[in-house]
């Protein structure tokens, strides 16, 4: 790309956190364009051809790890969608992520919601529906609750690359919120070692780009929030729907790199408990 094609595009202007929503769209965009991709996402080509972002930052920072941690929350929301087709999905700092265009099976109801800013630009790309509705807030603020209830349940939350960014306290809180709020919901959200949380502070130094604020060693100890783990899996073990669709190649790849970075990305998928306990953070 030259530099006056880049010109041309109009320039976002997103704070550095929602900035950060460049990484996983550019790591969705460069799977699309491989022989045996794990997900397709035609809409994050576009989008990068649209706009005008700092590539030097963004084109190489996240790579397949978030393809693969995309990848599967997606396996985990068809499920959920297999058992509760016409449920609520509720994207948490959804950025320009396209799950609803991946899993859409027609009667899903869907909640995408993120920062003010990023929802504007979200906006240029993605409409509401009568099934679909973008929400621009934090997730920290407790109003967002409500429109939720706006959606019939059950309901499936995920944070995809999303908490690392909070404080633990914040993290924790959001988590405990909705744990109470939601019994018997379903959250799915991913979480990162110190020590990677550590490389992660390196690389955004090198970079200039934001850093996580947050590290879980141990996703289960999180269960003291009023929710238990109900699945869980590795960016080098995603669950067995993504395995399943893999080549023969990524596959030893995967093998490969699993006693390096095995237990540095965890997924994990949590139950709301039906009865509310009382909650230490
Ligand atoms: C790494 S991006 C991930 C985007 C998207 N989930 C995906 O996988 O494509 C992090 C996202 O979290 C959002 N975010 C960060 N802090 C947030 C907050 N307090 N409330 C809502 N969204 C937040 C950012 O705006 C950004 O879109």
Redo the contacts with the bound molecule.
Sequence with gaps: MTADEEADREQVELGQ??E??F???VGRAVETGKRRPVLRDPKAVEIIEAVGFDRAKYNRAGGWT?VFR?AGFDAWVRDFLGEDPAGTVVE??????TRFERVDNGSVHWID???PD?ITLRRRFFADTNRRRMVAA???DDGWAAVVREMPGPYFFVA???LP??TEEDATRVLAGIATQFPGALIAFDTYSQQMLEREHRLAARRGIARWQWACDDPRSLERLGMRVVDSATVTRPPRAVRAALPGSRRLLLAAMDPVMGRSMQLTLFRAATSQPRISQ
Excluded: F, R
């Design positions: 956190v929602q950060t929503l990484i996983p769209l978030t995309t948490l700092g959804t950025g320009l992520n919601l993120d920062l990023t934090s997730v920290t995809d690359g999303v960014y909070l």
